[in-house]
Every structure is written in C-alpha cells, then in structure tokens.
C-alpha cells in the first residue's frame, strides 16, 4: 500500500496557510473561513482513509502493528552520519494523533468562523490557525528527532502568534512571550538531549532508535559512561523529557500555560487544551521504548514529575474564578495524568497497559478538553465575561451548550458510561500494579477532579442568576455544531479497542475493566459531584466561610503556591536587573573604556611630545649642544676610565 | 574580462557612471542597475560554479586567473573561488542591491553617497575573490576605508566620534593583519625558494611551528577584530548606531564577514599547528562573546544598539563553530555568516525605515507600530524569528549545523562550550520578544503615529529581496550546505592533519 498521499494531509494546511497569509487583505472574511476549513475537512478525510487502511488493512504484519515510512527525503546533511530528514511516519500513534489533530482541528475551524465573526483579524486568524495545523500535523508524523524538534518550535511559533492574537491588548502580549520564552527555555534541554543521544547513538532515525528485539533495544547504547550516578542515555532522555515538560505544562514549567487563556478561546481549545500541549505526551510516547529499556531512570523522572503536576494542578483549579483557566489548570492535571501512564508501564502485552491507557486518555481527553473549552467560548460569547462570578443560572437561555458542556463535565469526571470513565480506569489500573503511591495520588486527583469540574459547571448554569445586561442568547449554528458533534466523541470514543490498535510493542492484548479499582474511584468522584452540588448548585455562602477559615492556604493556592513570582524575581530582578544590566555596564564602562583609554593615551602622548617639534630654532640648538655635552661627557667616561 | 573580474568592473563602471550623474534621481538609478547586473553575475557565477563541479572538476579554486603585478616581491592578482567564495559573493551582492534601495531617498549629497557605497562594495567582492594575501589585504582596506567617510559624514548623532573609533579599531587589525601577512610570507619558501603570497600554494608546505605560534594571534586578532571578536568589538555598537542605514546594512551584513571568513581562509587555513594549538584561548572567548553579547542585547533600548549587540552573539558564533575545526561546524559556521548577513541586514534596513518614519530609535518611545505600518512590523517580526532561529528560515539552518557539528567534537570541553552556546538561543528569544512586544504590539503610544505611511515600493524591493532569500535557505538548505561542505575538504584535512 502506498500511503504517499498522506503528503496531502500535512500540505494542505500549509497551502492554506501560505494562501491566507499572503492574500489577507484580498479575500472575503466568508471566502477565508471556507477555504480554511474546507482544507482541514479534506485533511481530516485523508486522515480517516488512512487510519482504515493502516488500522484495518495494512498496518499489521504478523500480528504486530508495524512503522511505515510513507515519505522520506534528506533536508540537510549534517556530518557522515548524521541527516536530518523530513518524512512521513505511521504508526499506531501517528495515526491515532493524525485522527486527533483534524477532527479536533475542524471542529475548531467551523466554530470559529462564528466565534470570530466580525473581527477584522479575522483571516489573520485563520491563516495562523492552518499553519498550526500544518506544524502539528508535520510534528506527528516525523520521521526522526530533528524533524519533530523543528516541527515542535513551528507550533511554539503558532502558538505565540494565536496567544498573542489581540497584540494591543499589553496582556495577551506578555502572555504569548511569556509561553514562548517558558517553552524555549525547555526547548533548549530538548536540543541538548537530541545532542547527546545523536552524539552517542549516531542518528536521529526513529526507525533506528526504537526498533526492538523482543524485549531489547536492538541499538546499542553507551554503557558505563554516566554523569551523578545516572547512565548518558538516561540524562539524554530526561532532557528530551525537559522539552516535553515545558511544551506539555508540567511542574515547574507549567507557568505559561494559565497565561496562554489571553488567546482566542478556540486556540485554547485546539493548542492548548487537546493537541500542542499533549505533544509532551507524544514524545515520551514516540521514544517509549527507549526510555522503558534502557532509560527507566528518566521514565521514573516521567512518573513523578507527571504525578505531581496532575495533583498540583487539580488543587489550584478548585480555587481558580477565570473558567478558561480552570480549564487550562485541569488541562495540566489532565496531561499529568497522561505522563503518569506513561510512566507507570513496561514493555509489551498487558505490561505496557499504562502506554495504552495514556493514548487512550490523550484521545479521550482531547475531545471532551476540547468540548469543555468551546462550550465555554460559547459561554463567553453570550456573557462577555470569562469570570464565573458573572455567571449563573445560564441553563435556560443557552440549552444546547448547556447540554454539550454537562456531557463532557460528566466525561471528564469519570462518569459510567462515558468516555472518560474508560481510559481514567485504564491509568489507575496500569498505576495500582506499579507503585501504590503514585496510584493514591491519582485517586485523589480523580477525586478533585470531578469536585472542580462540578463547581465550575454548577456556577455557571445553576446557582444565582444573574442581572445580565444583554439577555444571554444560544450561539450560532456554526458553533453549536461543533459543540454537538464534539459531544458525540466524547461520550463514544470510550468505545474505541484501544487495547486492539495501540499498545506499547504493536501487538494487541487483552484488557478488562478493573471492577474493583473503577466502583470504588467512582463513588469518589461522586462524592465530590455532591461536594460541589451541595456547595455550588444553589447560592450559598459555605464555600466562602470555608476560605475564610483557610485562610492562608486558601490564599496560597489561589496565588498558585507563587510560583510565578518566583519566577518573576529570577527573571526580572536576577537575570535582567543584575546579569544583563551588568553586563551592559561592564561593556560601556570597562571595555569601552579601554579602547578609548588606548585611544586617550595616544593622544596625551602625542600632546605631551608634540611640543618637541615646535619648530624654534633656539630650542632644538639647545638639545643638540645638550646632546653633544653628554654623549662627550659618556665617551670620555669611557675610555679614560 | 574573465567571470571574477567582472564583479571588480562592474562597480567601478558604475561609479564612473555615477560621475556623470547629475543628481539624486540618476545616481540611484545607475547605481540600482549596476547593483542589479552585479546581482543578475552573482546568480550566473552561482550556476556556472555548479556546472563546473557537476562535469568534474575537482580543483580547489575554478576560474583561477593570474596576473604578475609586482615582479620583485612576487606579488600576483590572483582570483578564483570555491564554494565558499560564490556563497559569500551571493550574499554581498543580495545585500548591496537591497542597501541601494533603502538609500533611496539620501537627501545629502546623493551621488557621493552612491560612489563610496559602491566603492566599498568593490572592496568586499575584490577580497572574496582574491587568491592573493596581499591582492586581498589591498581589497580589504578598501573596503574598511570609505566607512570612515560614509560614517562621518552621511552618519547620525555623535558621528565623527564613532566614525574615528570605527576606523581606529579596525585600523589597529589591520596593523595586526600586515605584521601577521608579512610573517607568513617571509616564511612562505623554507627551502630557500622564491616567497610567496599565494594562499594555495602556501597551504602545501608547512610553515614552521614557531612561526606559526607567533603569527597566528596577530592574524586571527586582527581578522577577528572585524568578526566583533570580544574584547575587541565594541566599535560595532556604536559604529552601526551612527551609521546611515545602507552603510549599517553593508557593514554588519558583509563586511564583518570578512573577518570570519579571512579567519579560516587566512588564519587557520595556513597556521593549522598554531589553530589547533591556540584555539582553545579562542573559543572561550567566543564562547564569552556569544552568551555576553546575547545579556548585553537584553538591556539595550536603542534599535540599532540592540541589532549590534545581537551581531555580537550571532558573529561570535561563527568564530565559535571555525574553531571546533570539524566539517559540519565549519560548514554551519558559513551558513551563519550568510545568515546573519541577510537578516542583520534587514534588520537594519527596517530600523532606517522606522527612524525615518519615527525619528527616534528608542524603543520606549514607540509602540503599537503594527497597527500604523504592518508591513514594516511583519516584516520586523519575520527578521526577529530569524534571528532566534525559528525553523523554515535561514537561522536555524545554521545554528542547528553549528551545535550539532560542534557536539560531535571529541574534547568534552569543546562539548560543554558547545551547550553553553547553545544556551544563547534562549537569551536570544528573550531581547527579540522583548522589542517586538514593545515597538511593535501593544496600543499605539504616540498619537502622532497615526498617522504613519507604511512601506513604500522602494522600501519593499529592498525588503522582499532579503526576506525571500532567508526563506529560500530556511526551507531549502541542503544545495547550499553542500557546496560549502565540498569545499571545507581541503581546509579540514589541513587542520585535522595538523591535529594528529
């Protein structure tokens, strides 16, 4: 089977792109929007042809589900070994993610071109969002290293250009720099971790990396060298790792993501809800077999790291007024939880069940985030305001969102039934074989979970109505569809055998739900349903005595444990205040002062000599009889004495 | 006239038409056409060389052509390229043609404005294609002598004063570049023959190790002085800040390139014992100059002090990748100077366009400029994520050649110096964000602005040339990287010989 068409599916967006960029002011808002979205349409159907044909048709051999190269060639030639090509892989992931990203990409393109109506950016918009698409969709597929690491700073750049959408708005500036700088900071360990493995392996070829014999990574790689107790590979990969933490949010690079909400609400709904932020995950996914064979140090790193953002998280959401950011913080919980799988699984069959359950939960997750931010652009759209205080009572005027928004509250909770439910299970099993603690941690964040989930969507359609200076109204078609079809996804993709198409060696294994981990996470997260019912669904003033009386911790959290001053101080009063001021200084006022010191030095030298050749007569008579006397005066010395 | 000799001709055939110019209108127009036949040879050089190589020929130099000049002391016109040579050619002629255009409007005595430009021009394309020491040190001056006048008198702000530090400093190298010539060439026939300036047949015998040591500081100083070496670049700061535009363009674009590229061709192509000896001094302090110069850009609030403070960073860079000696980072050290070369160029070009709408260069007194002139702000933001290396432009190809080729070096301490470099990608993001968040988004801070026209046809022939060609190299690297490659063979079996 040639799968070379799935060119088709990366360069569609980026003619799109090309097209929209250079013709904005030209064409039509509604001619724009079209063509935009009828790309990523096409994009999408490609993608489903593909996904039949490897999943169902071609993709497996032996009963394995095998990497295919659709498309390769070589970009630049490094050194002898060393290339970096741009290509076209497929594999269970790639195809998983290519599914992800249009449909989640589409959806979002329809949407907006009634979100954005009337904006006069609104091409601007549309081009940016094609050349996300097309960064996003080139990072999945890549072949080798540098093709992700190049394709993984195009989506930073979209990502900072969509952030920084309203760019007079000083906020949404300080935001998109704020990401870009963050995920360039990780970006730099990314590039440093590439190095090392390259340097040591001698190829950046997935093909090569991640082929196995068995139970064994059929590369060779260094052993014996190590850095503080931790083997080369090892510290290759936690930096990698680095990357993926800055771009997927988590502690302690998480800081830009709460920021990033300044972006349109769509862009938070594709970026950073369900595609770019997830592209962390993709990447640990991508070099699992490294990592779980020879780099179990770095999966380790992966677990808590995963682990502790996912309960960090979860805690700040509770406390958060701004529903973008309490989604943007339970999106960050979300892939904490992801990286936790990850983190958690072996190698092969029902080992690697954590590899399967963090796919699994990336898809899930990705279509009722996505689901969570529309319903809340739509929201937004009708209330103009992104506070929850300003909220209320919304059930009867918008039924459609308010439908769509409690279908995906109750996935992500964890409800019976939807799609949340399943792959939840799948990580809390995969974590209750591996380590207890890790597994507790995760229980408690399901349990949060469903409690700030619930307070958010109990503030917002039940509670106090409020006095709304324009009578809220239900969104237009071109938004609500998506919603619907979203919705849809979302309760069903539960459904999908995971276990069948996507595990950690290519072959497909059985797996059960675990009856006796998911009845009883489920009661909790019921009870935190009822917490926040009790709490939220009519007015009450519990939850404001309960901040009371909490008072510092309850500060604490809402400040989120000050983290961004932290940062702030390093950056500003560190780095900026006292490095480069510094360094400004010591340019100007030591170098500088040097050179011109040479220079002033000359010139007083000159000065003070010039007067010898004044020109008078007298004066150079009397230094040639002066010369005379003593050069007479040292001869005689000489030889009589 | 041969191929190479034309790209000395040419500009001086049309500073003689220039002379016949009356006022602005002419010279602009003649010098346009001239900078664009010169353009229209480049790319025809360009095509020829790979004809050249495709139907095998392997020499070292093509279109070689000598000329005794100075019987006594054997001095010849030596000329003929290498890939390296046609790139850096490319590279000049692309920026002289966009610097006519954004001096479109030089109210002040036009057509002496148009003739020392060009002059300077002919100076940079005569030192490319030299063969010759001393033929290029000639070609060299040339090229470093009309910036004292373009500075001092079509400059702004404290002019003479940066024109005489400009001119005095790179004067000071060139004292250091004749004393080290000269070293080499009564070194050039051990065996008693006949001296030499000529760098190819200098480079087949050995000069002695002492020798080599001496001579090697003076003339890697002294390049390196142009190449914005720490400590020795602190004439670029403010040089380009008073420098008229097309002047900044030329001089940061190209002619610090002539720093790098004599470094290689002369320095450590010739003294490869010394080089490999004595590099490592070098590279910490270009280690040094590529994070220091990053820091120092950060707390600029000057346009042009920050473009000079980021050449600082991104040349030390290229002295940075000479120095690890090995194919690929050399490779990526070329591919830098072109890179820089396009986008400080348009960098520069773009702040002539705003000082000329704005009349100021201090960043805290603009803001909000996309919304008045959007053409100039994209324009700005694409120069900006070149210059911190965004992938599909020509940054990144470059750096990304760089580090990865200097990692492969064996030295653990060439590695470590290789991720403290890298380290400056970061910094980078940071002064480039910081000015593009300040000058060109936010709300529009000074009413007046409002009133600002964007960019005009002029202005944009003189943008859209720099722009496509850093795209073109962003996205299709590899023809370019492979021409350089072939031609570093000679140079890097010298200094790996030299290395054993």
Not at chain 1, 248 to 260: C, N, Q, T, Y
Not at chain 2, 15 to 32: C, E, H, N, P, Q
Not at chain 2, 167 to 183: E, Q, R
Not at chain 2, 403 to 414: E, I, K, L, R, Y
Request: charged residues 10%.
């Amino acid at each position: 089977m040639d799968f070379t068409y799935t060119l088709a599916i990366i360069g569609l967006p980026f003619i799109t792109f090309l097209i929209l960029g250079l013709l904005h002011n030209k064409l039509s808002h509604k001619l724009a929007g079209i063509i935009g979205s009828s790309s990523l349409g096409i994009s999408f159907i490609l993608s489903c042809i593909t996904a039949y044909f490897y999943f169902f048709k071609y993709g497996k051999i032996d009963g394995a589900y095998q990497k295919i190269e659709a498309f390769n060639i070589t970009w630049l030639q490094l050194t002898d070994q060393l290339h970096i090509d741009m290509g076209i892989l497929l594999d269970p992931i790639s195809v998983m993610m290519l599914m992800v990203v249009t449909t989640v990409s589409l959806m979002v393109h329809i949407y907006s071109t009634g979100y954005m109506h009337g904006e006069t950016g609104f091409n601007r918009f549309f081009a940016f969002l094609s050349l996300f698409s097309f960064s996003m969709l080139g990072l999945v597929v890549a072949t080798n290293l540098f093709q992700m690491y190049i394709f993984w700073e195009l989506v930073g750049v979209s990502s900072f250009l969509l952030i920084g959408y309203y760019y007079e708005k000083p906020s949404a500036v300080a935001a998109s720099k704020k990401a870009f700088i963050t995920t360039r900071f990780a970006d730099l360990g990314f590039l440093i971790g590439i190095l090392l493995l390259s340097f040591y392996t001698g190829t950046f070829d997935f093909f090569e990396l991640t082929k196995t014999n068995g139970h064994e990574l059929a590369m060779t790689m260094p052993a014996g060298t190590s850095f503080l107790g931790l083997s080369i590979v090892s510290w290759a990969l936690i930096l990698i790792f680095m990357g993926g933490a800055g771009k997927s949010a988590m502690f302690p690079l998480h800081i830009w993501l709460p920021d990033a909400m300044e972006g349109p609400t769509p862009v938070s709904a594709l970026i950073h809800a369900a595609t770019m932020v997830v592209a962390g995950v993709y990447l640990v996914a991508r070099l699992f077999p490294v990592y779980v064979l020879e780099a179990p140090d770095a999966l380790t790193v992966v677990m808590w790291v995963g682990a502790f953002s996912a309960l960090f998280a979860a805690i700040i959401a509770c406390t958060q007024f701004d529903i973008k950011r309490v989604l943007a913080f339970s999106t960050m919980s979300q892939i904490g939880y992801m990286m936790l799988a990850l983190g958690v699984s072996h190698y092969g069959d029902h080992e690697g069940l954590g590899f399967m359950a963090s796919m699994f939960h990336l898809t899930t997750h990705a279509m009722f985030k996505a689901l969570l931010f529309l319903g809340a652009g739509s929201i937004i759209h009708a209330v103009h305001s992104n506070s929850m205080l300003d909220m209320g009572g919304l059930k009867k005027y918008m039924p459609i969102t308010f439908i769509t928004f409690g279908i995906a509250w109750l996935a992500i909770c964890g409800f019976p039934g939807l799609s949340g439910f399943f792959s939840k299970d799948e990580i809390l099993a995969a974590a209750y074989h591996h380590n207890k603690v890790v597994f507790y941690i995760a229980v408690l964040v399901a349990g949060l979970t469903a409690f700030y989930m619930s307070r958010l969507f109990f503030s917002i359609f039940f509670g106090k109505t409020q006095h709304y200076h324009h009578t809220p109204h239900e969104s237009p078609a071109s938004m609500t569809i998506p919603l619907i079809i979203l919705a849809i996804f979302a309760t069903f993709a539960g459904y999908i055998p995971f276990h069948d198409l996507i595990t950690s060696d290519g072959r497909p294994f059985e797996a059960h739900i675990d009856w006796a981990i998911a009845i009883p996470v489920t009661l909790l997260a019921f009870g935190g349903m009822a917490l926040a019912f009790a709490f939220y669904f009519k007015p009450s003033t519990m939850p404001d005595k309960i901040a009371a009386s909490l008072k510092g911790v309850y500060t604490t959290i809402y400040r989120k444990f000050y983290i961004d001053e932290v940062y702030l101080f390093v950056t500003q009063k560190i780095l900026f205040n006292i490095v480069s001021q510094s360094i400004a200084w010591f340019d100007r006022h030591i170098i500088d002062a040097t050179m011109d010191g040479f220079a002033t030095v000359t010139n007083y030298a000159s000065e003070s000599i010039k007067e010898l050749q004044s020109g008078q007569i007298q004066k150079y008579g009397f230094v040639f009889i002066s010369g005379v006397f003593v050069f007479a005066f040292i001869l005689i010395y000489v030889f009589v004495y | 006239m041969d191929i190479l000799s034309l790209f000395v001709v040419v500009p001086i055939l049309t500073m003689i038409g220039i002379l016949f110019t009356k006022d602005l209108k002419g010279a602009r127009m003649v010098s346009a056409i001239g900078m664009g036949i010169q353009l229209l040879m480049s790319f025809n050089l360009l095509f020829q060389y790979i004809a050249e190589r495709k139907a095998g020929n392997t020499a070292e130099m093509v279109f070689t052509k000598s000329y005794v000049w100075f019987q006594s002391f054997n001095i010849h016109y030596d000329i003929g390229v290498d890939g390296i040579a046609v790139a850096m050619i490319m590279l000049t002629s692309i920026v002289v043609f966009a610097g006519v255009f954004s001096s479109w409007m030089t109210k002040e005595l036009p057509r002496e404005f148009f003739i020392s430009l060009i002059l300077l021009s002919s100076g940079v394309f005569g030192f490319f294609i030299s063969l010759d020491m001393f033929t290029m040190f000639l070609f060299y001056e040339l090229a470093v002598i009309p910036m004292y006048l373009l500075i001092g008198l079509w400059g702004s702000g404290n002019k003479e004063y940066s024109a005489m530090k400009l001119t005095l400093m790179l004067m000071g190298g060139s004292a250091l570049l004749i004393l080290g010539l000269l070293g080499i060439y009564f070194h050039s026939a051990p065996d008693g023959g006949q001296l030499t300036f000529n760098i190819l047949e200098i480079s087949k015998i050995t000069i002695p190790h002492d020798t080599q040591m001496f001579f090697f500081p003076f003339l890697f100083v002294g390049f390196g002085v142009l190449g914005a070496l720490f400590p020795f670049h602190t004439w670029s700061p403010d040089g380009h800040a008073s420098a008229p535009t097309a002047v900044s363009m030329l001089h940061a674009g190209v002619l610090m390139k002539l720093g790098g590229y004599g470094c290689f061709r002369v320095a450590m192509f010739l003294l490869p014992d010394a080089a490999q000896e004595m590099g490592w001094l070098f590279l910490i302090l270009t280690t040094v100059s590529v994070v220091y110069g990053a820091f120092g850009a950060i707390w600029q609030k000057d346009l042009k002090y920050i473009n000079a403070y980021s050449s600082v960073s991104h040349c030390g860079l290229v002295i940075f990748a000479l120095l690890m000696m090995n194919k690929t980072s050399m490779d990526g050290a070329i591919l830098q100077m072109i890179s820089h070369g396009l986008m400080t160029a348009l960098f520069f070009a773009l702040i002539g366009m705003i000082y000329g709408r704005t009349h100021t260069r201090n960043i805290f007194e603009m803001g909000g400029l996309m919304k008045v002139i959007p053409f100039i702000s994209v324009v700005y933001v694409i120069a900006g994520l070149a210059s911190l290396g965004l992938p599909g432009l020509s940054g990144f190809v470059a750096e990304m050649t760089i580090f990865v080729g200097s990692f492969q070096h064996a030295d653990t301490f060439h590695r470590v110096c290789t991720i403290l470099a890298a380290s400056a990608i970061v910094i980078t993001a940071v002064y480039i964000l910081r000015v593009v968040g300040i000058l060109l988004f936010g709300p529009v801070k000074n009413p007046e602005f409002n009133h600002l026209e964007d960019a005009t046809w002029f202005e944009k022939v003189s943008m859209i040339t720099l722009v496509v060609s850093i795209v073109i190299i962003g996205f299709a690297p590899l023809w370019l990287s492979e021409i350089i490659r072939d031609s570093l063979t000679p140079i890097v079996e010298r200094l790996a010989l030299a290395g054993n």
